[in-house]
């Protein structure tokens, strides 16, 4: 059997480049843990600390919707506004007695309670906000 010389040198470099490459990446190795000694880094946390949460009670439960009005809140999420008004049409057949008000209240970034919250407290009886996700 003829061996060709060309296979016998591709051979050898292969097996040269494959028992030099343990050498190799100990080197890099040992390099980039004397990089890593002779350099310090302090990451800071960009998120903070939140400030501590005040837990409020539920308000309490109506007795009966006769004759009460009911807010129906849309704070602005896709969808949100048809399945508030499905609702309304839902609870408007089942209680007719009760007044229901659709109010949107939009996805405003204003410190405090917006106006809206206000009204509610003044004209209304108890509030379903409908939220996203």
């Not at 302090?42 to 807010?71: F, S």
């Not at 405090?112 to 009886?125: H, N, R, T, V, Y």
């Amino acid at each position: 059997m003829k061996r060709h010389p060309v296979v016998a040198i591709i051979v050898v470099l292969c097996l040269g480049l494959f028992c030099s490459f343990h050498n190799y990446d100990s080197q890099a190795q040992t390099r980039d843990k004397a990089v890593a000694a002779a350099q310090k880094i302090t990451v800071l946390n960009p998120l903070g600390t939140p400030p501590p949460i005040k837990l409020k009670t539920m308000a309490p439960r109506l007795n009966t919707l006769e004759g009460k009005t009911i807010y129906v809140v849309n704070q602005g999420y896709l969808g949100t506004d048809n399945l508030l008004n499905e609702m309304i049409v839902w609870l408007e057949k089942n209680y007719p007695k009760t007044k229901f008000i659709y109010k949107e209240l939009g996805r405003s970034m204003e410190p405090g309670s917006p106006p809206l919250f206000a009204e509610i407290k003044e004209k209304g009886d108890a509030m379903i906000m409908g939220l996203g996700h």
